[in-house]
């Protein structure tokens, strides 16, 4: 897939995508957009399903949804609230920490920064972008398994791994695209480009993809 044909593709795949289930964390921050719970959230779903994160995250925030209460909880309270995240004994700590970090470091605001973001412990670049796109509406792109996939299995990029697929596609596509990328690619790549046996007959885009390591279809 060239750039130009992912410009073509994309108003397609745009719609179908709006057929099909949107991931936790964007129906999440389009309700609340308060980064500092979009952080946080975002610290539960790693390696846990959306109904978990999003069942935690509402348990977590009606105890409170601010810094400065949050870091008065006790690593218990919290490890109660979040259960049955993965990781969940480990997060409640990183939420203390970084409700801590915030209120020290950046006087009770979340950062607006990838840079800022990644000296919070925990703090990856997916969850770096992700607060900065739909905590701040700023330019970034968010990648997970499922955007690392699809564009390399698009031929659109040819990357070993998320981290090297951001910086990819920060040179490869306008930006007009970045914010939008990754909500778009996690609900098609959930309903349709599947990691093992992508539903390619469902596909709108089929004709612009090339399918790289893909050894079966349905």
Known sequence: ????????????????????????????????????????????????????????????????????AMSRLSPETIEKAIYPVGFYRVKARQIKTISRDVIEKYNSKV????????????????TANLVITVGYNKYGICV??????????????????????????????????WRELNGILVAFGQGVCKPISPLCSACKITIFCDKQGVARSR
């Open 1 to 68: 897939m060239t750039i130009n044909k992912f410009i073509k593709a994309w108003p397609i795949l745009k719609k179908q995508a709006k057929g099909l289930r949107v991931p936790y964390l964007e129906t999440f921050a389009s309700r609340r957009r308060d980064p500092f719970q979009i952080l946080i959230s975002c610290i539960l779903s790693l390696r846990t399903q959306d109904k978990t994160t999003e069942a935690a995250s509402e348990r977590l925030f009606k105890l409170t949804d601010t810094p400065e």
């Open 111 to 126: 950062p607006d920064t990838i840079e800022e973001l990644l000296t919070l412990k925990g703090v990856g670049r997916k």
């Open 144 to 177: 997970d398994t499922h955007v690392h996939r699809i564009t390399n299995r698009w031929g659109l990029i040819k990357t070993k791994n998320p981290n090297e697929t951001e910086l990819r596609l920060r040179e490869t596509l306008p930006r007009r695209y």
